[in-house]
């Protein structure tokens, strides 16, 4: 069984750094693709960054590039999101998602989401 | 690219047909999805490269379309059914959902 599960989310105040991760658990990680996907509660879905299989391949929304960096570790299963200069507008939950293929676009759809975390920027 | 779902939201009855679309800005090819979210929960891949309906979901989704639109079909409306319907695109970068059309009981 697939399963996703983001840790590192809280309350954070502008300006400073989290860094999120997902432990991916259920199959062979480093043949995949993987994703953050973030929606403000009660809003709708917003595409973060993507990240090839191998790392060769790495996409930023224009809204947080420059001061987000995804990255993964195929050794340890995990995918991570690093924060910085955070925003009041970066409060969402945030979702580690698969790819279906080794794509980040393409036929690279988001076939298993994990529960998400919530992020919270305030001072 | 743009994805314009229509309508924003719409009630409806157990056992109708519903029809959402997706309109993109530009072409979108196949690579489109459909996406289910209910209160709580984090999004389900319904039916992907356009038409093809993801392993578990029942048959009464259905999508199609081409080019510029992409149309998810619930055939007969389930009392689970009732939910928030994203499409999605991912011909290019960056990769884009539609705003959303929440589905209510009538």
């Known amino acids: 069984e697939v399963q996703l599960v983001e840790s590192g989310g809280g309350l954070v105040q502008p300006g400073r750094s989290l860094r999120l991760s997902c432990a991916a658990s259920g199959f062979t990680f480093d043949d995949y693709a993987m994703h953050w996907v973030r929606q403000v509660p009660g809003r709708g879905l917003e595409w973060v960054s993507g990240?090839?299989?191998?790392?060769?391949?790495?996409v930023y929304a224009d809204s947080v590039k420059g001061r987000f960096t995804i990255s993964r570790d195929n050794a340890k299963n995990s995918l991570s999101l690093q924060m910085n200069s955070l925003r009041a507008e970066d409060t969402a939950f945030y979702y580690c998602v698969k790819a279906w293929s080794s794509m980040t676009r393409g036929n690279g759809y988001f076939d298993y989401w994990g529960p998400g975390t919530l992020v919270t920027v305030s001072s | 690219i743009q994805l314009t779902q229509s309508p924003s939201s719409l009630s409806a009855s157990v056992g109708d047909r519903v029809t959402i679309t997706c309109r993109a800005s530009?072409?979108?090819?196949?690579?489109s999805a459909w996406y289910q979210q209910k209160p709580g929960q984090a999004p389900k891949l319904l039916i992907y490269a356009g038409f093809t309906l993801q392993s578990g979901v029942p048959s009464r989704f259905s999508g199609s379309g081409s080019g510029t639109d992409a149309t998810l079909t619930i055939s007969s409306l389930q009392p689970e059914d009732f939910a928030t319907y994203y499409c999605q695109q991912l011909n290019t970068y960056p990769i884009t959902f539609g705003q959303g059309t929440r589905l209510e009981i009538k």
């Open positions: 530009q072409d979108i090819s196949t690579y």
């Open positions: 990240i090839s299989w191998n790392s060769a391949t790495i």
